[in-house]
């Protein structure tokens, strides 16, 4: 026998079996991993495998010619499998999602529509010219005529194709990249052939690649980006209170990444403009700009800053007397209101008119809008701090940074106890549920009282003690019965 003849024998008796066999063993592997792999393996053995042992038989043992119209049907058949096999390897080696799995490659959505492409037309051309013998040579000049055509008419969707490749290999940004285009900015939600897509939480915007190739592209890449606001105060505030206080607006917003700084951005004719610097994801910046912008009507309140704006006021000037250097400003007076205010508490009852009088030329209205901290855990207080208007609420954070409760903020309630030990920082942080305004009075004011005043001296550790009870609590600490007591088991609030 000849030893050709053997060795296809062989093949086909032995290594066709033997090697579907092993492709079975792997795409079950494969299918319990869950791997896309194994659907290509299995349709290569069930699809490829047979009409190309069907081939090598007419061919070799039968020796049928491979211009017979049953071998040409036969190998078309095969070239159709190698078709529907090849893009099932495609999918299962090439993938645009962002998170592969194992043997997987992550390439652009236009790349793998390209590489499908590829396949599909190669295969099909070898079907058409070599199988069938099909001359595509007689067709060149109307092809040619035709092809001109086609390309005028669709020179905008060619325009596009080629951009995409073009942009395929530039790489200006991949998908889940954070990009401006032309003053439009957006997340890459997907890029094909023709187009890109890019969303935001306000629209969803999809750019040909003939425009996109055309346009300025800023890429800040995919997580959190640097933004800013600004605000304008007059020259009589001085920059560096202005800057302190523009700093605390950062504190306590989730959205925020990061913290950033507040800086002169520039002098004008009315009035400094100061930026307010901060890292946040695009995505959450409209509703964390929103936020920072509605707490600075609530700063300016706090600190009697001034927002100048375009106003017509007709002051009455001596001019014997000369134009004064600084136009007056009108302030609030709201002494005689906090003079009376403090009065109504009983906390302060032990308190003669001139500590009270005291007390209220120093002590200040503070504004709080929603959601705002009016002290934090872990930072020194200012001052003790009196509910004067709306509610708020006292926490603290857990080992695992959850909220513990430690005490609803009503009207008339005392907060920020701490203040009268130097050094010390809050146990809580305090917010407001609601446009809040406090009675703030300063920590020098407080100790003053309390080393003259014995009486309003207890009252201020009977609550101290009664809140750390409330602390513990919140933490999970169990009460040590040796612990001191409220005398009445009350907890300490003022009232009016």
Known sequence: MDKSLLGWLLLLGLGFPLFGILLDEAASRLERKQHPLAVALRQVREYVLPPLAAILVMRQLLSIAGKDSWARFVETLTWVAVIVAGLSLINALLTTKKQPIKWQIHVPSLFFQVARGVVILGIGYHILNGVWSINFTGLGSSVGIASAVIALALQDTLSNLVSGLLLLFAKPFITGDWVELDGKQGRVLEQNWWSVTIGSPAMKLNVPNG?????????????????????????????????????????????????????????????????????VLPEKNFGVSGELKSRLYYLTKRYGFTMPYPISVQYKVDAKLGIPSRIPQVAENRQQELVTYLRSLPYFLTLNDNQIEKLAQRARFKAYGKNELIIQEGKEDEGLYIIFKGAGQAYLKDEQGNRQIVDELELNEVFGEMAIFPGEVSPVT???????????????????????????????????????????????????????????GRRVQVGR
Not at 431 to 441: C, G
Not at 444 to 460: G, P, Q
Request: proline residues 2%.
């Open 211 to 279: 425009v996109l190739s055309k346009a300025k592209i800023i890429n800040y890449g995919q997580g959190a980006i640097w933004k800013n606001i600004s605000a304008s105060f007059s020259y009589d505030d001085s920059p560096n209170e202005v800057i302190a206080a523009l700093s605390s607006l950062l504190e306590g917003i989730d959205g925020i990444e990061e913290e950033g700084f507040a800086a002169v951005s520039s002098y004008g004719d009315s009035s400094i403009t100061y930026d307010i610097s901060y890292k």
């Open 430 to 488: 305090a917010i407001a549920n609601e446009d809040v305004e406090v009675v703030m009075i300063p920590t020098d004011e407080v100790i003053e009282i309390i080393e003259s005043n014995n009486k309003f001296a207890l009252e201020i550790l009977e609550y101290i003690e009664e809140r750390k009870k409330m602390v513990r609590l919140a933490k999970g600490i169990k009460e040590d019965v040796n612990l001191p007591n409220n005398k009445n």
